[in-house]
């Protein structure tokens, strides 16, 4: 069966085969590395044959195009191996507003913080021993946000995947923002955190390129409003590039 | 991991480290990535770079202008909204778009062939590109010519599969039966038609 499969490779890679036939092909390429990598090489291949058919469009094709992107959302990214995007209808696009009104988690905790965000960000159990080498101080100064007796905790999913979860303490004037899962975006860019308040805002922190998790101490919060996350170039903007990934609000 | 704070503000002073806009518009990777990030100006440069090689192929393959039109539409919009998943170590931006056009104008003749239309064409069809169509650009030229000297090299069953597969939009089943061929020669020669021409054209990855 396997065989046979596999002789479909050449086809699949020119839309020779039937839907049923592709499914096959697919899911057999999601689990064989080195015939992925042939598939991949016949499909940069069979791309080339475009060379020779291209032909300037009409010109309204451009206008077309463009006016109808303005009115259509991206879809969220995956990042699965073999996957192809779904021919789907496109959706109508929602403009992106800073503070969106969907609904929002938003509780009051004392000392039961760690537990909540452990639940909600799987990669928070972990951090204890991930971050090692970063000090036994900075672990003490997180363990106080978690378990201030004001600590509130605010999530919200990201675009594209992933979430944002803040324990915030106006009395600490401290807040632990744990990233977790975001859209891989590759080791030429870096998620950079920003404390946003209405004057303006001010980096918090930038991730490590390629990085799609990770937990930090953000101090003097002063009068921040949101805490956000960006996608920039490796090393981080020294402004922040919109939309935002996430936009954590922590003043209502 | 992250970089505390008080380090990431001292990045301010020193020059940025983003690319400069405008810097990294030459590679269709580039404009991709920054489509993915929502900006249409970068949609807007791609579509530049992009739009004759969706067109040229949907109209190869649809052979109606109209539709060819509809269809290319439907595929560059696939395009933007689905930029967010094209990953570049799985290959070239240009196949990536070409792959969602041509499997668009694929789809497109075979509803139509479900519903009768296209069959009596089918047999007649060239399936050969037209090499002095309107498509010969000065850009284009070189390109033409080696995936042209490159078809050359392939043996004359193998080219024919291929061709009229590719540009003629058919099943290899249908390509069997067009070549008077066997199910499973047509296959393999196919794949061995498809390897030679990857090595002639020395895609690397």
Known sequence: MSADVHTLIGPWALDAVDADERLQVERHLAECASCAQEAAELRETVARLADVTVIEPPPRLRDSVLAEVRRTRQEAPVAQPGETPPAEAPVPARRRRHRRRTPRLRLALGAAALAVVAAFAGVFVGWAVDREPAGIDEGTRIAAVLEAPDAEVDLREADGGGRVVVVSSAELDAAVVVVSDLADVGEERSYQVWKVEADGQVSAGVMDPGDSSATMLVEGLGDTEIIGVTNEPAGGSTEPTLPMVADVDLSA | ?205
């Open chain 2, 1 to 205: 991991m992250f970089e505390q704070g008080a380090e990431a503000h001292r990045r301010e002073d020193q020059p940025r480290l983003s690319v400069v806009p405008g810097a990294d518009t030459a590679t269709a990777e580039a404009l991709l990535h920054r489509t993915a990030l929502g900006e249409d100006e970068a949609f807007a440069a791609l579509y530049d770079l992009m739009s004759g090689r969706v067109y040229g192929l949907c109209l190869r393959i649809i052979r109606d202008p109209a539709q060819a039109e509809e269809v290319a539409q439907e595929v560059l919009v696939e395009v933007w909204r689905t930029a967010t998943r094209f990953d570049e170590h799985r290959g070239s931006a240009a196949a990536w778009v070409t792959t969602i056009a041509h499997r668009r104008a694929v789809d497109r003749v075979r509803s139509a062939q479900a519903a009768g239309d296209r069959e009596r064409r089918a047999a007649a069809e060239s399936a050969e590109p037209e090499y002095d169509s309107v498509a010969e650009t000065a850009a284009g030229r070189l390109e033409h010519r080696q995936v042209r000297r490159c078809l050359k090299t392939l043996t004359e069953l193998q080219r024919q599969a291929v061709t009229l597969a590719y540009y003629g939009g058919h099943t290899y089943r249908q390509v069997a039966t067009l070549l008077e061929t066997a199910v499973p020669t047509v296959k393999s020669r196919i794949r061995d038609g498809l390897v030679k021409l990857r090595d002639c054209l020395e895609v690397a990855r």
